[in-house]
């Protein structure tokens, strides 16, 4: 077949899949919203494209409360095969995201969701953690545990979601062992819709949903002694996980297209942050690869819990030391412990639950802000004085740099100790640009948000990262000594 032949045959995959929300309306189901993927080479390859039809519609229907699907494929004319050449079997393809039910006609769907008397009572699995009304509109917030089958039963159905907008997510095992189920947390959000024929019952329609799960973590004896065998009683009591020490890590987080761009990104990212923060099980709070959009999401709204709850208030670059310190001779370094009150900032960090390199960075940016714009924007250019600048501004913005660049060198000492000294230096001025670069960013769009032209909650799409060397997620916590070099590191126990 050649190749204008194959292209009449072939269909783009994210313009032929749409998927609707509906829901029971007076006389036939109504459509509440309607939508494309973001992308299907999950499903369809990397390409994106369908082979064998003309005029195809993949029309993906979903129940608003529970989220009951439907799978209905639809074209003009289908490719007769040739040889070894013939059609996507889309059936085939589908059924390894869907329930076997999901693909009963599309009359049958309709008219059993018409007649779902469960509609007019359902409510979301799990319990309510919050609730909050946002122009107009009553959205409510629900956690539950995949223990729980109504959980996993709406995970189940919306797990096509995850390979239609999570770049590089993955569905989850609902058939995994209760221990394993039990650590996986979910957080449905959802809007609560008053019914037409009545202004005191309500219907619920989904807007979005996050998963976490508990990595348990090590928690060492708070004294030396060890009991004697005769002492132990066999066997011992049931352990519940969530009585467990342990990190949460949020792992899937989707607001869907029809709702993006309204906040409900931050209230279901700040509703689970003080879930887990008020959790004494909960050691740490971290996100499993998070993509530049959901690392600015998080970052407004964990910057903001810290200018709120006066963690910020207590922390300050230290900026007149000895101006002997800053010779440029090799060998000669501010220590960070001088820069900085470490331990201060240690059991702030842990008060806070957030993950080292999380904090380092709210830290830093925090500080950037304090320093007056005409020491930043001028960049090193007024530096040349160092930190015996007699403008208080040149100082810490001076310091403020060598703290970052310390932080980089150290995340990055394996790689950058292979390059030469000169190279070496250039990496991590190249590095620490980018990160002013992009802490000015944030800045810029946090004033915006601060004024309401903002936008947030867009979905964990395309994996772009901060374009800066060190990119993990920072679970390890380093100490140092007066020299500036670490001498301990957290051991890490959730990278099962």
């Known amino acids: 077949m050649d190749v204008a032949a194959e292209e009449d045959w072939s269909s783009d995959a994210n313009e032929a899949v749409q998927i609707f929300i509906i829901q029971p309306g007076s006389e036939f189901p109504t459509t509440v919203s309607t939508f494309h993927p973001q992308f299907t080479y999950p499903v369809f390859g990397d390409e994106e494209r369908i082979f064998g039809y003309r005029g195809l519609k993949i029309t993906l229907q979903f129940a608003a409360h529970d989220l009951y699907p439907n799978v209905a494929i639809s074209y003009d004319s289908r490719f007769k095969p040739v040889g070894e050449t013939k059609a996507t079997d889309i059936h085939a393809i589908l059924k390894e995201y869907f329930p076997t039910y999901a693909f009963e006609s599309d009359i049958t769907y309709k008219s059993r969701l018409q007649d779902d008397e469960s509609a007019a009572t359902f409510r979301p699995p799990g319990t309510c953690v919050q609730s909050y009304i946002s122009k107009g509109r009553s959205f409510e917030i629900w956690c539950g545990e995949l223990t729980d089958p109504s959980v996993r039963i709406l995970i189940e159905r919306m797990q096509i979601f995850i390979s239609f907008f999570i770049e590089g997510g993955t569905p989850l095992a609902l058939d995994d062992q209760e221990w394993t189920l039990a650590r996986w947390r979910v957080f449905f959000l959802y809007e609560k819709v008053p019914r037409a024929s009545s202004s005191t019952s309500f219907t619920y329609s989904i807007v979005g949903y996050s998963t976490s799960y508990r990595f348990l973590t090590?928690?060492?004896?708070?004294?030396?002694?060890?009991?004697?065998?005769?002492?132990?009683?066999?066997?011992?009591?049931?352990?519940?996980?969530s009585s467990l020490p342990s990190r949460a890590r949020i792992s899937q987080f989707l607001i869907l297209p029809p709702h993006q761009s309204h906040s409900h990104g931050t209230h279901l990212y700040n509703t689970m942050f003080s879930t887990f923060h008020l959790d004494p099980a909960c050691t740490e709070i971290t996100v499993e690869d998070p993509n530049e959009s959901f690392d600015d999401l998080r970052d407004f709204c964990d910057y903001a819990f810290?200018?709120?709850?006066?963690?910020?208030?207590?922390?300050?670059?230290?900026?007149?030391?000895?101006?002997?310190?800053?010779?440029?001779?090799?060998?000669?370094?501010?220590?960070?412990?001088?820069?900085?009150?470490?331990?201060?900032?240690?059991?702030?960090?842990?008060?806070?639950?957030?993950?080292?390199?999380?904090?380092?960075?709210?830290?830093?940016?925090?500080?950037?802000?304090?320093?007056?714009?005409?020491?930043?924007?001028?960049?090193?250019?007024?530096?040349?004085?160092?930190?015996?600048?007699?403008?208080?501004?040149d100082r810490a913005y001076y310091y403020w740099r060598l703290l970052v660049k310390q932080r980089i060198y150290k995340k990055n000492k394996d790689v950058l100790i292979q390059l030469d000294r000169g190279e070496r230096i250039d990496k991590v001025e190249m590095a620490l640009g980018e990160q002013a670069g992009d802490y000015e960013r944030l800045l810029h769009k946090m004033e915006e948000r601060r004024s309401g032209n903002g936008v947030d909650d867009g979905p964990r799409t395309k994996r772009g990262k901060r374009k800066v060397i060190d990119e993990d997620e920072g679970d390890e916590d380093e100490d140092e000594d007066e020299g500036g070099e670490p001498v301990a590191k957290r051991r890490r126990d959730d990278k099962n």
């Open 218 to 241: 090590y928690q060492p004896t708070t004294n030396g002694s060890s009991k004697s065998l005769e002492t132990l009683r066999m066997p011992p009591p049931p352990i519940s996980v």
């Open 306 to 393: 810290l200018m709120n709850n006066g963690t910020f208030a207590q922390i300050s670059l230290h900026t007149n030391l000895d101006a002997k310190a800053t010779v440029k001779r090799i060998g000669v370094r501010v220590p960070t412990a001088k820069l900085l009150d470490k331990p201060l900032l240690r059991t702030l960090r842990q008060k806070n639950k957030l993950a080292p390199r999380q904090f380092d960075r709210l830290v830093e940016l925090y500080l950037l802000s304090k320093i007056p714009m005409h020491s930043r924007q001028a960049g090193a250019a007024r530096l040349t004085q160092k930190g015996r600048a007699t403008d208080e501004g």
